[in-house]
């Protein structure tokens, strides 16, 4: 479900999820007040836009993230980069029919 666009007001994005400006803002380290400030028009940092992101785009669980992750996800890039594009794609997939991942 993809719902960001860098045009996009992120009271736009939080309203589509359903959350109130507490949850949302919370969930990425800003003050509810400092993101009220955010979704009035008032610059993001590029930090706060990429745990936006992140979080609420991407869907992803920054308290299960480990710095391992990415390094063996920069391991596959750098010496097995068509296993990497197997296994992106194979995750992608997860939800439809399963794709069997051959090394």
């Known amino acids: 479900m ?14 589509r999820l359903g959350l109130n400006q ?4 919370t969930k990425i380290g ?7 400030r955010y979704e009035s028009g008032r ?11 992140l979080v609420h785009v991407e869907r992803v669980d920054l308290s299960k993230v480990k710095k391992e992750d990415f390094e063996v996800i920069e391991y596959l890039k750098v010496a097995q980069p068509d296993l990497y594009k197997k296994l992106r794609k194979a995750a992608r997939g997860i939800g439809r029919k399963p794709e069997v991942v051959s090394h």
């Open 2 to 15: 993809k719902l960001f666009n860098l045009s996009i007001n992120p009271r736009d994005i939080r309203r």
């Open 30 to 36: 800003v003050t509810q007040s400092g993101g009220s």
């Open 43 to 53: 610059d993001m940092p590029k930090p706060v836009r990429e745990l936006l992101r």
């Open 22 to 25: 507490q949850e949302f803002w």
